[in-house]
Structure formats: C-alpha cells, structure tokens
C-alpha cells in the first residue's frame, strides 16, 4: 500500500496546529456572524420578510409577535446561519489543509468533488423546500379555515417551521453524499443498494411522510420523488466508485506479486 504523502509531525506539533486552524476558523465565523447581524440589523436584508414570502399569500395582516424579543431572536438566528455559510469556506480549507497531509492520494480525488457536491446538494434541497414544499404545503394546511376561525400565525413559531423545513429537506440531499462516502470507504456494494430498490421506495415515502404533513399527498410527492431519484443516483455514483475502488485494489494486488 502506497504510504501517506506527509512526513510524520510530533504529537504537539499536530496540537499546535489544530489550536491555529481552530482559531482561524473562530475568527473567520465571528467575523461571517458580525457582518451578517449588521446588515440584517439595518434592514439591508430583509430576512423576516424573505421568511414571511411563502405565507403572504394566505395571509390578510402580517404575522403576529406575541413577545418583544421574537422578532431579534430571528435575526440572531439568521445572522449565525448566514455567518456560517460565509465562513464556510474558510472552515472547509482550514479542516481540509488539517487532514490532507493524512491522505492518500486517491482519498484526496474523492473528498473534494464530494465536498463540492455536499454543498450543492444541500442548497438545492433548502431552495426546493423554499420554493416549492413550503407554499403546497401552507396552500394544504389554509385549505382548513373556515368562517369560524382564522389562521394567525405568529412569526417565531413560523419562522422556526420555515427553517426547520428547509434545513431537513437540505440534510434529506445529503443521501448520495452518504452513500458514495460508504462506497468508497467499501462498506456498501451497488449490487445491495440495487437489490433492495423496492424497500429503498418504501423507506422514501416513510422519511418524506415524518418530515411533510402526512395527510397532504402533494406535500409528499413532492419529496418523495426527489428522494427516490436521488437513491438511483446513489446507485450509480456507488457503482462508479466500487468499480474504480476495484481496479486500484486489483493494481496495488498486482504490484505485491511482481
């Protein structure tokens, strides 16, 4: 087996330099939080308004603030996940330049594309959530009032909804990530993940029904369907994988018997 691109550090070495990336890291999601709360404090970005978009159509006021720190908590909350997304890049070179002198050259191939594709995958699940679950689902849940009560939401138990819908359908993406993670660390086979399509289905319809209304079938379709045809990607990147994962074994195999 090839050995590790990096020549070994002492133990404290390795801690001073994990002390300074973590400090650069600090640095950089104070400074992503800072900037964030700024601009959301000022109203340069609207973020109440943002959340509040899915709903306006149902809605014959604005949303109701039953306690004075309702409206700062959602800011604050904004800011630090705002803050975080900026400094992301800064947290993923900083870990990445911390464990890449401990990789082999093929581990590196595959961490990056999957880190890229991590991101992606988890952004077009929020924006699905954002523009598409949420306003099917507020369309299904208004659907119930009647003349004898209306719906009055209060903007934290709203906001909290929006959020924590988008943040599960965003970790929901997530399964192609996970499962080509597994494949090559040779833990999952495309041939298992194949045989069993039919209770991947199953499983897809159960997770979509936890996170979505269980009695709106739109709602459910709509990740139901995304989930599934992420399974069969899955499948495939497995199968991509297993394969190269194979011939290098097969090589470094051949290389002992020379």
């Known amino acids: 087996m090839a050995a590790p691109t990096h020549s070994e550090m002492p133990f404290l070495d390795h801690l001073e330099e994990l002390r300074w990336r973590l400090f650069r890291i600090a640095i950089a999601v104070a400074l992503g939080v800072g900037v964030a709360f700024a601009l ?3 109203q340069k970005i609207d973020v109440i308004g943002l959340l509040a978009r899915p709903v306006q ?3 014959n006021r604005k949303l109701m603030v039953t306690h004075p720190s309702d409206l700062f908590d959602i ?3 904004a800011s630090i996940a705002i803050g975080l997304i900026a400094a992301s890049p800064v947290i993923v070179w900083q870990i990445w330049g911390f464990l890449s002198p401990a990789l082999y050259k093929h581990e590196k191939k595959v961490v990056i594309p999957t880190l890229v594709g ?3 995958l988890f952004l077009c699940g929020m924006a699905l959530a954002y523009f598409f679950v949420l306003p099917v689902t507020l369309q299904f849940f208004y659907s119930f009032q009647s003349n004898s009560a209306e719906i009055t939401p209060t ?4 906001a ?3 959020m924590a819908m988008c943040l599960a359908f965003g970790a929901i993406f997530e399964l192609p990530i996970v499962i080509v993670l597994l494949s090559a660390l040779g833990l999952v086979k495309y041939q298992f993940l194949a045989k069993y399509r039919r209770h991947a289905f199953v499983g897809c319809i159960i997770a979509a029904a936890l996170i979505t209304p269980g009695q709106d079938p ?4 709509a990740l139901t369907a995304p989930l599934y045809f992420l399974y069969e990607i899955s499948i ?3 199968r991509l994988i297993s394969k190269r994962r194979e011939r290098r074994i097969a090589a470094q195999d051949a290389l002992e018997l020379a």
């Not at 903007?155 to 709203?158: G, P, R, S, T």
């Not at 739109?218 to 379709?221: A, H, K, Q, V, Y």
């Open 57 to 59: 159509p149902f809605l």
């Open 118 to 120: 991590a991101a992606l």
């Open 155 to 158: 903007v934290h138990e709203y």
């Open 218 to 221: 739109t709602s459910l379709f």
């Open 160 to 162: 909290g909804f929006v």
């Open 40 to 42: 959301l404090v000022t």
């Open 75 to 77: 800011v604050m909350d």
């Open 236 to 238: 495939i990147l497995s």
